[in-house]
């Protein structure tokens, strides 16, 4: 297994390694470059049916789709008969969507408008188009430690509402919220600065695309920190843009990593990916 890394900030290319044949130390040694990487590892030219994707992800942890459902509005999208995989994609194929157009094209970190948000994602690349459809990954480690000590010190003490009635808006209306997608588990509360429980290095966690409000602020003083914040976490230098290949398997970690599709291939090409999401324990300060 060869390892090497793709940007500053985050992000670790492996190849070399197929991970249906991985044995435990082999999967301790990716873990560990993951970690290493800030939470992100391109694994190339990965060969996977469903039920493979599904059996390397229930290695970092439950799964979404498995062990706990997500919100309403995403079933039309889970592969039918494997609940655990979530569609991703522009096709349509006799009317009927194929996965979801146009999905995660905003800033954010998977599902953290529940008190358990994600922790691992993985998605894998089955068709693309020629060009465009790129994914963007932001550290949210160095994003906080580039932060002004007084700055970091203040958002310590913070915590924000994550709503998942929020995606509405950040999506420009693209994300299609179900009534059962509101009755409560989709809006939570979490520290704005969080401790990477396998690390310790600290990281920002809020996200346009979840993160309603900071609690105990006026609406405007929210939105004002949350626009400061945001614009400071985007910064081209805390980045990794991913050009996808066929057949790469890209895993991030949603407690240091934020990221944003580039949908900019409507017309050009059809893009069809998996994605499998652990569940990760609750965020702690
Ligand atoms: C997502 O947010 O999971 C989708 C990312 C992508 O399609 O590149």
């Known amino acids: 297994m060869e390892i090497r890394r793709l940007s500053p900030a985050l992000g670790s290319e492996v190849v070399g390694v197929d991970v249906t044949r991985v044995d435990d130390a082999g999967f301790a040694a990716l873990r560990a470059a993951w970690l290493d990487a800030g939470g992100l590892l391109v694994l190339r030219d990965q060969r996977l049916s469903p039920e493979q994707h599904l059996a390397f992800s229930r290695r970092f942890g439950p799964l979404?789709?498995?062990?706990?459902?997500?919100?309403?509005?995403?079933?039309?999208?889970?592969?039918?008969?494997?609940?655990?995989?979530?569609?991703?994609?522009?096709?349509?194929?006799?009317?009927?969507?194929?996965?979801?157009?146009?999905?995660?094209?905003?800033?954010?970190?998977?599902v953290s408008f529940r008190e358990r948000p994600a922790m691992a994602s993985l998605l894998h690349a089955i068709e693309l188009p020629p060009r465009g459809g790129d994914t963007l990954f932001n550290s949210m480690h160095t994003a906080y430690e580039a932060l002004s000590p007084a700055l970091q010190a203040l958002l310590r003490g913070l915590h924000a509402v994550h709503d998942f009635a929020v995606a509405d808006r950040s999506s420009w209306g693209q994300v299609r919220i179900s009534d059962g997608d509101l009755d409560g588990e989709n809006r939570c509360l979490h520290p704005v600065v969080i401790t990477h429980p396998e690390t310790g290095r600290k990281a920002l966690f809020v996200n346009p695309g979840f993160t309603s409000h900071l609690d105990g602020f006026s609406a405007e003083e929210s939105k004002g920190l949350l626009q400061l914040l945001y614009r400071l976490a985007i910064r081209e230098e805390f980045q990794y843009r991913h050009v996808w290949s066929p057949r790469d398997l890209l895993v991030w970690d949603n407690r240091s990593v934020m990221h944003h599709a580039v949908v900019d291939y409507e017309g050009v090409g059809e893009r069809y990916l998996h994605r499998t999401t652990t569940i990760a324990a609750r965020p702690a300060a």
Not at 78 to 98: C, E, F, I, T
Request: hydrophobic share 30%; net charge positive.
């Open 64 to 110: 979404f789709g498995e062990a706990e459902q997500l919100q309403r509005s995403v079933e039309p999208y889970l592969l039918p008969g494997h609940p655990g995989v979530y569609r991703v994609s522009n096709k349509v194929r006799d009317g009927v969507p194929q996965g979801r157009a146009r999905a995660g094209a905003y800033w954010h970190s998977d």
